[in-house]
T-cell receptor, first 112, second 118 residues
Framework: DQQVKQNSPSLSVQEGRISILNCDYT??????FLWYKKYPAEGPTFLIS?????DKNEDGRFTVFLNKSAKHLSLHIVPSQPGDSAVYFC???????????FGKGTLLTVNP | GAVVSQHPSRVICKSGTSVKIECRSL??????MFWYRQFPKQSLMLMAT?????????EQGVEKDKFLINHASLTLSTLTVTSAHPEDSSFYIC??????????????FGSGTRLTVV
C-alpha cells in the first residue's frame, strides 16, 4: 500500500510559467513533509519542507502548500526555469523514528 | 550546510563477492543514518535505519544478513552487500539526520552508489 502518492509521473511547463507538483498521502501519523529534487545517478537535494502545524511555507521561488483535511500537498515553482527540470520527490515522516516515505516522483520538464 | 559524502559512486563486482559502501557526514554528527535503494524510475525504498552504537533496524523484506550495516561512529555508516547477485544491482543512497533533529536541517542525502553485479 503506497502511503505517499505522486499521481503524475511527468509534467511539462513553459519557462516563466508556474509549475505545480502534487502529492497525496494516506497515513494520518505523518506530520512532516519534504520535497526533494533529483537528477539521474545523484542523491536527492532538499528543496523545502513543511510541518503539519502550518499550511504554507515559502522559500524564494518555491512554495509548499499543505491541506491536512484532504491529505494533500503541492509544490509551486514560480517562475519555472529550465534548470528546474528534474525529478521531484515528495516525502513524509511521522512518529519518533524519523523514517521518510517517498512518493514515486514526478519528472518536471521546463521548456525554454 | 550539511554535507554527506558517499563512496564509491560506482562499483562493478563479480557475482558472489561482497561490496562495501561508505556514508560519511562531513560537517555534522549523525546519530541516525538511513539506507535506501532505488530501482529505475521507481521511488526510493528505505532498506534500514542505522543507529550509532546499536544494531540497525531493517525494513520488512530486507535481508539483514545480506545487507550488513555498521554505524561505528557519529560520522560514518557502512553498507556491505554480501555475496552479491545480479538482482542486487541497483542505486543505493544513504541519508543522515543531524543529531539536532529533522526540523532544522532536513535529511541530507549522499550522492548515491550505482552497484552493478556481473
Amino acid at each position: 500500500d503506497q502511503q505517499v502518492k505522486q499521481n503524475s509521473p511527468s509534467l511539462s511547463v513553459q519557462e516563466g510559467r508556474i509549475s505545480i507538483l502534487n502529492c497525496d498521502y494516506t497515513n494520518s501519523m505523518f506530520d512532516y513533509f519534504l520535497w526533494y529534487k533529483k537528477y539521474p545517478a545523484e542523491g536527492p537535494t532538499f528543496l523545502i519542507s513543511i510541518s503539519s502545524i502550518k499550511d504554507k511555507n515559502e522559500d524564494g521561488r518555491f512554495t509548499v502548500f499543505l491541506n491536512k483535511s484532504a491529505k494533500h500537498l503541492s509544490l509551486h515553482i514560480v517562475p519555472s526555469q529550465p534548470g528546474d527540470s528534474a525529478v521531484y520527490f515528495c516525502a513524509a515522516s511521522g512518529g519518533s523514528n524519523y523514517k521518510l516515505t517517498f512518493g514515486k516522483g514526478t519528472l518536471l520538464t521546463v521548456n525554454p | 550546510g550539511a554535507v554527506v559524502s558517499q563512496h564509491p559512486s560506482r562499483v562493478i563486482c563479480k557475482s558472489g563477492t561482497s561490496v562495501k559502501i561508505e556514508c560519511r557526514s562531513l560537517d555534522f554528527q549523525a546519530t541516525t543514518m538511513f539506507w535506501y535503494r532505488q530501482f529505475p524510475k521507481q521511488s526510493l525504498m528505505l532498506m534500514a535505519t542505522s543507529n550509532e552504537g546499536s544494531k540497525a533496524t531493517y525494513e520488512q523484506g530486507v535481508e539483514k544478513d545480506k545487507f550488513l550495516i555498521n554505524h561505528a561512529s557519529l560520522t560514518l555508516s557502512t553498507l556491505t552487500v554480501t555475496s552479491a547477485h545480479p538482482e542486487d544491482s541497483s542505486f543505493y543512497i544513504c541519508s543522515a539526520l543531524p543529531s539536532g533533529g529533522r526540523k532544522y536541517y532536513g535529511y541530507t542525502f549522499g550522492s548515491g552508489t550505482r552497484l552493478t553485479v556481473v
